[in-house]
Structures are given as structure tokens and as C-alpha cells.
């Protein structure tokens, strides 16, 4: 039973193609997380910036699960890619 049992999905997709092209975007960072809805740990865009005088692109996340939430920090490597840099700790409700 789905009821009895509910799962869930979260994605997070970072794509990109270079400037003026018009054909398909490249993925360069994604995060696939599923499971119990109860315990699922969910990623939230909150801003989107440019870091220090490159002015390199970056995200400012919000991670929440269970155990209370975090901040993350995505940033642009190079051309198409994306990592994660930092998380801080974990605060609760």
C-alpha cells in the first residue's frame, strides 16, 4: 500500500550550454536523494550570486532533513561544472 508506505524524489539539476548555442543543455551537477517521505532530506534553491572578483557564479542552498537543516554552497568549477563546496552544521527547528 502507498499510503502505508510513501516514498519520495528529489532532483536537483544544474544545466548549462555555452553562450549563444541553441542545441541541448549539459548537465553539470545534479543530486538525486529518494526514499521514505518521512526521513527524505530536500535541497532548496535559495540564491543565486557571483563569488569574490571573477566574480564566479555560485547557488546558496537549504538542505533540510530530518535532523534540523543546513546551508550549502554550489559553486561553478569551469566551463559546465558545478560542485558542492561547503555545508555549515546543522541547526534545529
Known amino acids: 500500500n502507498e499510503e502505508a508506505n510513501?516514498?519520495?524524489?528529489h532532483l536537483l539539476l544544474i544545466g548549462e550550454r555555452p553562450t549563444g548555442a541553441k542545441g541541448r543543455y549539459a548537465v553539470g551537477?545534479?543530486?538525486?536523494?529518494?526514499?521514505a517521505e518521512e526521513t527524505m532530506q530536500?535541497?532548496?534553491?535559495?540564491?543565486?550570486?557571483?563569488?569574490g572578483?571573477?566574480?564566479?557564479?555560485?547557488?546558496v542552498v537549504n538542505v533540510e532533513s530530518e535532523e534540523g537543516a543546513k546551508l550549502g554552497l554550489?559553486?561553478?568549477?569551469?566551463?559546465g561544472q558545478?560542485?558542492?563546496t561547503w555545508k555549515s552544521a546543522y541547526t534545529t527547528c
Open 6 to 9: 510513501p516514498r519520495i524524489e
Open 29 to 35: 551537477y545534479f543530486s538525486r536523494i529518494a526514499g
Open 42 to 51: 530536500a535541497t532548496e534553491v535559495l540564491a543565486a550570486v557571483k563569488i
Open 53 to 59: 572578483a571573477s566574480k564566479r557564479p555560485a547557488l
Open 74 to 79: 554550489i559553486e561553478r568549477t569551469g566551463s
Open 82 to 84: 558545478w560542485r558542492s
